[in-house]
């Protein structure tokens, strides 16, 4: 499922903003991002990802702002006393120019450095919890943006659903007129054979008629067919994660869908098996979408 959330929080040392976005996949991929100094953070980050999701691409990245903005600043000691060292020189090579001032000196880069304080322990700890802590609010809002995606594909499964019971019944129906135009046809090869093989023994001509008619039986597929299509529909009532479940539903489906057509001995039941592996093919895509 596709979504977008963001969580955001601040404490005394610095603000921070976690952002996750989601797409559809067949398993579970996190992509982290995450400030220097705070790479430790993406082990328990992935952990509660995981914990809440079962699929999807996501895209996790945090950004901290003002860390310790209130820090002081030294002199750098060295570097001015390079640059004084320069003085001599310089007033020979520019005996007009006036004596060096203070701003001017300091102002040059790398006399002045700022010195950020540094966090103790404890306030490291305090302060990853609470950039953890917002990551859950953020994850809250990315499962209800999820969850809204689901409610709204549930009557798109179900219309799904419905045409492959429809054309499961049809099919059903054709399969039902298939004995009768076997025989015809098995009557009209058996006279066929006779006539080019006087001696051909009936014994045989009706073994080889009985395991034609077990090769056309198509019963067996429109069972599995039935029985997968109930387990769909009861996945789709249940709570928690399904996709994967439905999502090798569909593979069996497509499985039985491919069988039936390939025992079809009617041209309008293997036209309604194809019409059942296009349905299916449409639920399939569909179910790449949820949970």
Same mark, same amino acid.
């Given at each position: 499922m596709t979504g977008f959330a963001r969580g955001q929080g601040q404490d005394y040392t610095c603000s921070w903003t976690w952002e996750i976005?989601?797409?559809?996949?067949?398993?579970?991929?996190? !992509?982290? !991002?995450?400030?220097?100094?705070?790479?430790?953070?993406?082990?328990?980050?992935?952990?509660?990802?995981?914990?809440?999701?079962?699929r999807g691409a996501f895209n996790l990245g945090l950004s901290l702002r003002n860390v310790l903005a209130a820090g002081t600043f030294q002199v750098n000691r060295a570097a001015l006393d390079q640059v004084?060292?320069?003085?001599?020189?310089?007033?020979?090579?520019?005996?007009?120019?006036?004596?060096?001032?203070?701003?001017?000196?300091?102002?040059?880069?790398?006399?002045?450095?700022?010195?950020?304080?540094?966090?103790?322990? &404890?306030? /490291? #700890?305090?302060?990853?919890?609470?950039?953890?802590a917002?990551?859950?609010?953020?994850?809250?809002?990315?499962?209800?943006?999820?969850?809204q995606e689901g409610a709204r594909l549930a009557p798109v499964l179900d219309a799904h659903l419905d045409a492959i019971d429809r054309l499961c019944a049809e099919a059903g129906d054709?399969?039902?007129? #298939?004995?009768?135009?076997?025989?015809? /046809?098995?009557?009209? #090869?058996?006279?066929?054979?006779?006539?080019?093989?006087?001696?051909?023994? &009936?014994? /045989?001509?009706? #073994?080889?008629?009985?395991?034609l008619a077990a090769k056309a039986d198509v019963r067996e597929e429109l069972d599995r067919l039935a029985a997968h299509h109930t387990a769909a529909r009861a996945l789709l009532e249940r709570d928690g994660a399904v996709g994967r479940k439905l999502d090798f539903l569909c593979q069996e489906l497509n499985r039985e869908a491919n069988t039936l057509c390939s025992k079809s001995a009617d041209v309008a039941l293997t036209r309604v098996?194809?019409?059942?592996?296009?349905?299916?093919?449409?639920?399939r895509e569909q179910v790449q979408n949820i949970e």
């Amino acid at each position: 499922m596709t979504g977008f959330a963001r969580g955001q929080g601040q404490d005394y040392t610095c603000s921070w903003t976690w952002e996750i976005k989601s797409v559809n996949t067949k398993g579970l991929d996190v !992509r982290a !991002r995450l400030p220097t100094g705070f790479e430790n953070l993406e082990q328990p980050a992935r952990e509660r990802i995981a914990k809440r999701f079962q699929r999807g691409a996501f895209n996790l990245g945090l950004s901290l702002r003002n860390v310790l903005a209130a820090g002081t600043f030294q002199v750098n000691r060295a570097a001015l006393d390079q640059v004084l060292s320069l003085l001599p020189d310089i007033r020979e090579r520019f005996p007009d120019a006036g004596p060096p001032s203070i701003d001017g000196l300091l102002s040059l880069r790398g006399v002045v450095e700022s010195v950020e304080e540094e966090l103790s322990e &404890e306030a /490291r #700890q305090a302060l990853e919890a609470g950039i953890l802590a917002s990551l859950e609010t953020a994850l809250d809002s990315l499962a209800a943006m999820r969850g809204q995606e689901g409610a709204r594909l549930a009557p798109v499964l179900d219309a799904h659903l419905d045409a492959i019971d429809r054309l499961c019944a049809e099919a059903g129906d054709l399969a039902a007129t #298939q004995p009768e135009a076997l025989r015809q /046809r098995l009557q009209t #090869q058996v006279a066929e054979l006779l006539e080019a093989a006087p001696s051909l023994s &009936e014994d /045989r001509l009706a #073994q080889e008629a009985a395991l034609l008619a077990a090769k056309a039986d198509v019963r067996e597929e429109l069972d599995r067919l039935a029985a997968h299509h109930t387990a769909a529909r009861a996945l789709l009532e249940r709570d928690g994660a399904v996709g994967r479940k439905l999502d090798f539903l569909c593979q069996e489906l497509n499985r039985e869908a491919n069988t039936l057509c390939s025992k079809s001995a009617d041209v309008a039941l293997t036209r309604v098996g194809l019409d059942l592996k296009a349905a299916i093919e449409q639920l399939r895509e569909q179910v790449q979408n949820i949970e």
